[in-house]
């Protein structure tokens, strides 16, 4: 896996967590995240978002940033691809 070759899964599993407020290390933390952030944009874009503007035709500002705020912090955790795609399916 990507993630794994380049010491990220951690951001994705959780088992790197945020630094504190004062901690050096959380500038380095908050631009990894931004670019794992990225590339989970970029590798589900195309068809989320395709299927967020069928279902939301209609301007709707804040349950679509809710939609895409839940997208950037969903975690497949324990469960399996197939079961981790329908729950990104059903948003």
Request: net charge positive.
């Amino acid at each position: 896996m990507a993630l794994e070759g380049k010491n990220k899964l951690g951001f994705i599993d959780g088992s790197i967590l945020k630094p504190f407020v004062n901690d050096p290390k959380r500038q380095s933390w908050k631009h990894n995240n931004s670019i794992i952030a990225s590339w989970i944009m970029n590798l589900v874009s195309k068809d989320i978002w395709n299927d967020l503007k069928i279902r939301f035709q209609k301007k709707n500002g804040p349950r679509i940033f809710k939609i895409k705020h839940d997208l950037i912090n969903l975690k497949q955790g324990n469960l399996t691809i197939t079961q981790y795609y329908t729950k990104v399916k059903s948003y």
